[in-house]
């Protein structure tokens, strides 16, 4: 379960928050496009595929065999 003290995980986890409304690590696009192609009866799952390093993370929208990259986000890892 998550705490509602967002000052919590900012602390915890280095990070700020964004103020504008479409940064420039999310293009709405992009997700857009790639849910609006996919079979909405069908179950999706979104993965995030981190490297072995834990410096790279790749997020993947998939259903069945089906996968989609999403490239133009920026994603970050935080070691805990």
Known sequence: MLR?????YLNRYHSEIITNKNPQDFQEEEIFKAFNS???????????????????????????????????IIVRVFKD
């Open 38 to 72: 996919l079979d909405k009866s069908k179950p999706i799952e979104i993965l995030f595929k981190v490297n072995g390093s834990n410096k790279e993370c790749k997020v993947i929208v998939k259903q069945e065999s089906k996968e989609i990259p999403l490239t133009k």
């Open 4 to 8: 509602e003290d967002i000052i919590y």
